[in-house]
Each structure stands twice: as structure tokens, then as C-alpha cells.
Nanobody, 120 residues
């Protein structure tokens, strides 16, 4: 099994940037499509960004497209979410996920999450 740990969350003002990292262990991630999800208080967890197994294609929810960038470094077994022009509505716990299925549906591999808070 693969274990995931996120880092890089924190408090930032609107318009600022954060860089989230997901470190994987136990297995290499080069066989997995990877992604980021988030969950705001009182809301369901939602897909944010995904990257294919080979890293040749990415996909974003409309609300973050053009502001967030997902990337992967299989040699380091990491996935990164660069978040720019942050908005208060981006405030949530962000989760890294491995082995995403068709339609960017998550499987069973999640990290514990990292809190992102954007102040207005």
C-alpha cells in the first residue's frame, strides 16, 4: 500500500500563494494517477486537481483552473499543488489522493490532510 502525507498548508492573505506537497511512501507513485481534493467546513469533499499516471495530462475544477497547478516528480515520489491568487473560498482541508480512477474518482489512498486558510 501507499502512504501519503501532505505539507505546506497554512494561513495566507487573499491574493497570496501556497505550495502543497504530498510525499508518498510504501510504493512508488509512477503507477498511479494522483490528485488533490479539499473539504471546507460543512461541505462535502470535492475534487480540485488531478494528474495522469504519466504526467501528460492534468485536470482542474473550474473554480481553480488558471490559479492552481498540479505536478508530479516520480523520482522523488511527490506530488505538488501550487496555489496562486488564493481566495477566501479556497479555505479548506486539502487532501492528497493516489490511484484515482476514471473520472478522477478517488480510491482508498488518502493523506491526513493539511489546513489552508485564506483571509480576506
Amino acid at each position: 500500500q501507499v502512504q501519503l502525507v501532505e505539507s505546506g498548508g497554512g494561513l495566507v492573505q487573499a491574493g497570496g500563494s501556497l505550495r502543497l506537497s504530498c510525499a508518498a511512501s510504501g510504493r512508488t507513485i509512477n503507477n498511479y494517477a494522483m490528485g488533490w481534493f479539499r473539504q471546507a467546513p460543512g461541505k462535502e469533499r470535492e475534487f480540485v486537481a488531478g494528474i495522469t499516471r504519466r504526467g501528460d495530462s492534468t485536470y482542474y475544477r473550474d473554480a481553480v483552473r488558471g490559479r492552481f497547478t498540479i505536478s508530479r516528480d516520480d523520482a522523488k515520489n511527490t506530488v505538488v499543488l501550487q496555489m496562486n491568487s488564493l481566495k477566501p473560498e479556497d479555505t479548506a482541508v486539502y487532501y492528497c489522493a493516489a490511484d484515482l480512477r476514471a473520472g478522477w474518482e478517488p480510491s482508498d489512498y488518502w493523506g491526513p490532510g493539511t489546513q489552508v486558510t485564506v483571509s480576506s
